[in-house]
Nanobody, 125 residues
Framework: QVQLVESGGGLVQAGGSLRLSCAAS????????MGWFRQAPGKEREFVGG????????DYAHSLKGRFTISRDNDKNTLYLQMNSLKPEDTAVYYC??????????????????WGQGTQVTVSS
């Protein structure tokens, strides 16, 4: 069982930055594939980016490449999402997800077994 707790959300002006954190329980964090998803009001949850375990490969939603960066600190069991040049359309609840299938970057919701409760990010214009 893995528990995930996101933090770092808040209100930011357009053009600003935020860094989200996801603290994970469990002793095998480094093996897990990790991902960030987001859900805007009235929209379906969408993939933001993910990282594999082991080699820590990363992949991102095409529209977010260059602005968002995922990293992980396996010593701290923590996943991060650095978000730069934020836009009002980035407003959403951001979720952290984990999967024991960590050998590749997982892109789909149904590939993840564990989810955090989400953290709200609001970008004002």
């Amino acid at each position: 069982q893995v528990q995930l707790v996101e933090s770092g959300g808040g209100l930011v002006q357009a053009g600003g930055s935020l860094r989200l954190s996801c603290a994970a329980s469990g002793r095998t964090f480094s093996n897990y594939g990790m991902g960030w998803f987001r859900q805007a009001p009235g929209k379906e949850r969408e993939f933001v980016g993910g990282t594999s375990g082991w080699l820590c490969n990363t992949d991102y939603a095409h529209s977010l490449k260059g602005r968002f960066t995922i990293s992980r600190d396996n010593d701290k069991n923590t996943l991060y999402l650095q978000m730069n040049s934020l836009k009002p359309e980035d407003t959403a609840v951001y979720y952290c997800a984990a999967s024991p299938a960590g050998w590749r970057v997982l892109l789909r919701e149904d590939e993840y077994a564990y989810w955090g409760q989400g953290t709200q990010v609001t970008v004002s214009s």
